[in-house]
């Protein structure tokens, strides 16, 4: 379908007409409300005027239920398709209700039957290892994708739950990315996999790279709720409040009562009515640029480098809290070096010692000699083995923590004061200590 004819496309005639309805028009249905997400109102209307219809066919029905699973509704959706025409387009949406509601034996078991009616038989089988990835049985999954050959392993779907599936099986991301770079050639508007792709540059630090994917993954229908909850996250980090609100809004307009969504676009609301200098804003920005700036991207001597790595200096920032005569008192540190330091940092208009004030005393040391070897060696671990939320992941990097030992030396007031860190991710995190047996400082 060409770009001219999503624009003119009446899509409520589309779905309120007596027409057959097939997968092509669920196609054409999603592509309009990707080209003008001002048809997902009308999406919704006309499902409104069909749910009000007591003569509904049972066809009538089953392009119903595909239309309430668009709208996010599952519930509807799979009550809608089980009285419906048994067809097999009406088999594999219950299907794909089931997955959505995380019902993955269930959903495998329908995927089958729409398979044995006629629907797509390599598409059964796409969804059948998705379930199986999602259920935690990655070997199956593989094994099923696997065995698809043909057009089929050209198609994005495919291509998209390949890259997913190897993502999950651990120690292949080149692969994984390079199928997700595959699918989005062959379908630009494809959401899983532009998903995929911006969260794993997301994970590598390649924020604008991650940014652009998560935008156009946001664009596309139906799109992912993680999707829009990280983009979300994003424009927060950057000031963008009516932006982030955009992307909550988008899940409440599917999800009204999505308890995540719901606090965030309060949250961004509250924020972004907040006065400040815009001047000062983007002065701050900079200055914040700067000093997470690693010293060694600067020409320093040897002897420089070996001092300040032996004194945990890391970034500009750090230098510019570590007054002159600390670091004169550290061995092997003497004028020349200090004289070496002046001149890095006042090229960046700063100064050693500059915000020594804003030094905090290190943190109380952990009473370990109650715990077991086992549990001294969780403190160990990398914060990344909680498997935090995208906003307490990255108030974690803003504190620099990076095992799991560093964050129980915290105190959950010391985590409020972190830029987007709420109650909610203070127990989330919580939540994820206890899972271990642990707790935070003063809890």
């Known amino acids: ?120 038989e390599d598409e059964c089988k796409i969804r059948t290892a998705e379930s199986h990835r999602y259920a935690g ?7 099923i994708l696997d065995d698809i050959f043909g ?125 400040y200098d815009e001047e000062a804003q983007r002065r701050n920005d900079k200055l914040a640029q700067i000093l997470n700036m690693p010293v060694n991207n600067f020409e320093l001597s040897v002897r420089s480098r070996n001092c300040l790595q032996k004194m945990g200096i890391d970034t500009i920032g750090d230098l510019t809290r570590t007054t002159e005569a600390e670091l004169l008192s550290s061995k092997n540190f003497g004028e020349t070096s200090l004289f070496e330091i002046r001149e890095m940092l006042t090229s960046k208009g700063l100064s050693l010692g500059q915000f020594a004030h804003e030094k905090k005393s290190n943190d109380p040391p952990i009473d370990t000699s109650h715990m077991s070897p086992d549990e001294q060696a969780l403190l160990e671990r990398p914060i990344s083995d909680l498997n935090l939320s995208v906003r307490a992941r990255k108030c974690m990097a803003r504190l620099q923590l990076n095992t799991i030992g560093e964050l129980i030396r915290k105190t959950g007031d010391d985590m409020l004061e972190c830029k987007n860190f709420g109650v909610t991710s203070l127990n989330e995190v919580r939540e994820k200590l206890a899972d271990l047996g642990l707790k935070m400082r003063g809890d």
């Open 151 to 275: 057009p089929a392993e050209q198609t994005p779907e495919y291509m998209y739950q390949r890259a997913a599936t190897v993502a999950a099986v651990g120690g292949r991301l080149e692969e994984a990315m390079t199928l997700y770079e595959r699918a989005i050639n062959t379908d630009p508007n494809h959401a899983g996999a532009l998903f995929g792709l911006a969260l794993e540059n997301d994970r590598l630090g390649n924020d604008e790279e991650s940014l652009a994917l998560y935008e156009r993954a946001a664009k596309a229908f139906p799109t992912g709720i993680g999707a829009l909850i990280n983009l979300g996250l994003i424009y927060e980090d950057r000031d963008q409040y009516d932006r982030a609100q955009s992307c909550y809004k988008r899940i409440l307009d599917c999800y009204p009562e999505h308890p995540q969504a719901s606090l965030y676009i309060k949250d961004a609301s509250a924020t972004g009515n907040q006065l």
């Open 1 to 120: 379908m060409s770009d001219l004819e999503i624009e003119v496309l009446d899509l409520k005639e589309l779905v309120l007409s007596n027409n057959s309805f097939g997968p092509s028009d669920v196609t054409s249905i999603r592509n309009a409300i990707t080209e003008n997400y001002g048809h997902f109102g009308e999406l919704r209307d006309a499902v409104g005027e069909m749910e009000a219809d007591t003569m509904l066919s049972p066809a009538g029905k089953t392009k119903m239920g595909v239309c309430q699973f668009l709208l996010g509704r599952f519930r509807d959706s799979l009550e809608t398709l089980q009285s419906a025409d048994g067809s097999a387009m009406a088999l594999f949406y219950q299907a794909r209700c089931q997955f959505e509601l995380r019902h993955y034996d269930e959903a495998i078991a329908t995927y089958e039957a729409a398979q044995k009616s006629g629907y797509n």
């Open 137 to 143: 049985r990655i070997d199956q999954s593989l094994a």
